[in-house]
């Protein structure tokens, strides 16, 4: 199965996340009928993680229940391998896939990642299961430069990253098109950089608020084309062709159909592109890797 290029993030489904989510975790029928309306909507997979609570249970009992368990594809994510000895390892690796397939209730999984770019070094062990069947494609997720030379020769076949209006590191590094060239699926995250692309001015904390400006001319430049800001700020992500799928995460129904909305209006115009290349300028790691948010 072909993932759709729109993917469902379902961390909301398991955790409260995301510095603007006032609303919380939906409940489990909400989560489910959010699942249901991205089917219908044409979303074909859902990514989720080991360590997003109980984002896994909510999602295998709502595919079931829904009846489109063998329709949708699901991607998700071993924690931490915390520099356990390859023995050790490999049945870390073998168990979590087992625990997310016996909560998923799926006889394999889609696509398995590493949830920390460290353990790329276990790659291999990885790709043995997929090779034994459990899994259809192996890959890692990452959140810096620190190791995208060993994930450009791990054999990874997908990789997640984050990148946004404000966050174009794996861009400008040239490791997108590098890990394009060696035929890696892509995986974009953090479209709204977790909510700090949308929320309300005095809400934004202020280690975060140098932000603040350019976000203000980026919602005049919107205003101008006709567009809501977050309009703008996914369709600049949807102008990136060799980005594969884009993950978003909802957490109601009303979100979930404008993220269709809005992806459905496709790419930006060049020139509206250019005009954001020239009102944004590089931020620093601790602007745009929420990781790090909170540092001195």
Known sequence: MNFSRLMLGTVQFGLNYGIANSAGQPDYDKSRDIIGAAFESGINCLDTAAAYGNSEEVIGKALHELGIADKVSVISKIPPVNGR?????????????????????????????????????????????????????????????????????????????????????????????????????????????????????????????????????????????????????????VSRKEIDSLVTGVDSLDQLQKNVQMFGKGPLDDETVSSIENIVPEFAEEIVRPCRWGEK
């Open 85 to 237: 000895s390859r023995r050790e390892a490999e049945k870390f690796i073998v168990a979590s896939i087992l625990n997310s397939m016996s909560n998923l209730g799926k006889e394999f999984l889609d696509g398995c990642l590493f949830h920390r770019e460290e353990d790329v070094k276990y790659m291999d062990l990885l790709l043995k299961a997929r090779d034994n069947g459990l899994i259809k494609k192996a890959g890692i997720s990452i959140d810096s430069d620190a190791f995208l030379g060993r994930v450009l020769d791990s054999g990874a076949e997908c990789v997640q990253l984050p990148f946004n209006i404000l966050d174009r590191r794996f861009t400008s590094s040239g490791f997108i098109r590098k890990a394009k060239s060696r035929e890696m699926s892509i995986f974009c995250r953090s479209i709204y950089l977790q909510g700090l692309l949308l929320m309300q001015e005095d809400k934004i904390p202020e280690s975060l608020r140098v932000v603040i400006p350019v976000r203000r001319k980026l919602e005049s430049l919107a205003a101008g084309k006709g567009m809501e800001p977050s309009e703008l700020y996914m369709r600049l992500v």
